[in-house]
């Protein structure tokens, strides 16, 4: 069952705000001006007008409604908690610039074919957490682990050839998925 309210209702004592500040603020002392009896005639504007304080009153009103924090509260979305837990480690060293891959009709470097072939295999994997970890002279965790596929597409996209050097420490990488899943919260099987 859906509901509403305002977390902050307190807001709502400030609602008198504006009169309590306009009865008991000092007034105003008029200046001396030269006063012309027949300005507001000739210019077809009324001296007093209801509007304007109307609209002033109804943007206090809106003004502390979203002051107030107001919250919908829908029905309660389940997620699927069986999921599997994947750590994609991608080398990023000089020896993923060789362009020996083929994708269509031209060739490609090694990169750029494990990132239409990851994006694939990333976009088919629903409801499963994944992470990426980029090494070459060291490992780094790029993305951990998450459920969003969009952002480890994206940071997957983003990485260039010898960004963190020109070796290759696969054993760093491989270690550092290893402690990822170490110390992650999902349940060891």
Known sequence: ???FEFIWWWMFLLLPLPWVIYFFAPAIKPRAAIKLPYLPQASGIQPYSWLPRFIAAGLWILLLAAAARPVWYGEPVSTSTSHRDLMLVVDLSYSMSQEDMQSGQQ???????????????ITKREGDRMGLILFADHAYLQTPLTLDRQTVISQLNQAVLKLIGTQTAIGEGIGLATKTFIDSDAPKE
């Open 1 to 3: 069952m859906a509901s």
């Open 107 to 121: 060739m490609v470097d090694r990169l750029t074919a494990v990132k239409q072939v990851l994006s694939e295999f």
